[in-house]
């Protein structure tokens, strides 16, 4: 199972920034929090990485809480093309042959005109 | 354009048909994946490749036969699918399989059994 928590489906007015949470509580010391996106009919698109402080590039923000059990995406200004199902994920950095990378339902976001 | 290219990127089959989902990188990567999509449901991962090495299979059927001939070739062999394998089939790689660097996506081979 995942271990994280989304909501199911979120909608955000375009040129808004796009806050999407995502719920860690049993995270772990060495585990990274990870965002990924998948547009319809297309393969998950790697978005940003994390392990404790606030990240930052091209195409959004991560903010990790000072317990990192939950995490926000920002999309600062979202556009129609930004409508897409968003997967959190955590895994460790480097781990052995059994570590899995488990998606779950993730949150469908809408970009509203 | 991810470097991971999936062919077909359609393919219709009857349940007696033999056929392959091929995916290549450029990327240099060492680890290669298959996940499956079922319509309104999560991805599931089906078979890891780590070095051509087969080190993950998720007690995914015999029909569905990998196949890692370089760390740049992935193939899915299907044979004597049913009609709940109608999934959108994904390739990914990385670097490697321990490593927590990002995976990269092919487009998927969206595949309908009759």
């Known amino acids: 199972d995942a271990k994280t928590t989304q909501p199911t489906s979120m909608d955000c007015a375009e040129g808004r920034a796009a806050n999407l949470p995502c719920n860690h509580s049993?995270?772990?010391?060495?585990?990274?929090v990870y965002w990924y996106r998948q547009i319809h009919s297309q393969g998950p698109q790697y978005i940003i990485h994390g392990l404790k402080n606030n990240e930052t590039n091209e195409m959004a923000s991560l903010i990790i809480t000072e317990d990192r059990k939950s995490s926000t995406l920002i999309l600062p200004h979202a556009t129609l093309r930004d409508t897409a199902v968003y997967y959190c994920?955590?895994?460790?950095?480097?781990?052995?042959?059994?570590?899995?990378?488990?998606f779950g339902k993730g949150t469908r976001l809408h970009i509203l005109p | 354009e991810t470097g991971v290219t999936q062919t077909p990127r359609h393919l219709v089959m009857g349940m007696t048909n033999k056929k392959s989902l091929k995916c290549e990188q450029h990327?240099?990567?060492?680890?290669m994946y298959w996940y499956k999509q079922s319509a309104k449901k999560p991805l599931e991962l089906m078979f890891v490749?780590?070095?051509?090495?087969?080190?993950e299979n998720n007690s995914v059927p015999s029909r569905f036969s990998p196949e890692c001939p370089n760390s740049s070739h992935l193939f899915l062999h299907l044979h004597t699918l049913q009609p709940e394998d109608s999934a959108l089939y994904l390739c990914a790689s990385s670097p490697s399989k321990e490593g927590g660097e990002k995976l990269f996506f092919g487009s998927g081979t969206q595949l309908s059994v009759l």
């Open positions: 994920i955590v895994r460790v950095w480097w781990g052995n042959r059994d570590d899995k990378i488990i």
């Open positions: 990327l240099g990567h060492n680890a």
């Open positions: 049993t995270i772990s010391g060495n585990e990274y």
């Open positions: 490749y780590s070095l051509e090495e087969r080190v």
